[in-house]
């Protein structure tokens, strides 16, 4: 299991743009698939992106594609959420969440690890 902690959240104006990162501890992060979910005031927690474990293949929900891009560092153990022409429409808290499956991560069901969150704000 990996402990998750999100960073670079924050208050943009629409059109802006953020990157999320999220740091993993544990030597068996490379072997985790990576993703991140939001959920907004009121609302249930949705799933906006995942990469697989090497960062071959990634996933997103239609409501970002275009606009967001996951990646990973392995060697820093890091996944990222570069976010451009925000909405908003996006704003929430944003998690991440780790599992050896990626399709449990994509459901975010039944997941090995979650993060706490971190808060982007975006004004209209």
């Known amino acids: 299991q990996v402990q998750l902690v999100e960073s670079g959240g924050g208050l943009v104006q629409a059109g802006g743009s953020l990157r999320l990162s999220c740091a993993a501890s544990?030597?068996?992060?490379?072997?985790?698939?990576m993703g991140w979910f939001r959920q907004a005031p009121g609302k249930e927690r949705e799933f906006v992106a995942a990469?697989?474990?090497?960062?071959?293949?990634?996933y997103y929900a239609d409501s970002v594609k275009g606009r967001f891009t996951i990646s990973r560092d392995n060697a820093k153990n890091t996944v990222y959420l570069q976010m451009n022409s925000l909405k908003p429409e996006d704003t929430a808290v944003y998690y991440c969440?780790?599992?050896?499956?990626?399709?449990?991560?994509?459901?975010?069901?039944?997941?090995?690890?979650w993060g706490r969150g971190t808060q982007v704000t975006v004004s209209s």
């Open positions: 544990g030597r068996t992060f490379s072997s985790y698939a």
């Open positions: 990469i697989n474990w090497n960062g071959g293949s990634t």
């Open positions: 969440n780790a599992d050896p499956s990626i399709p449990v991560v994509v459901a975010g069901t039944d997941v090995s690890s």
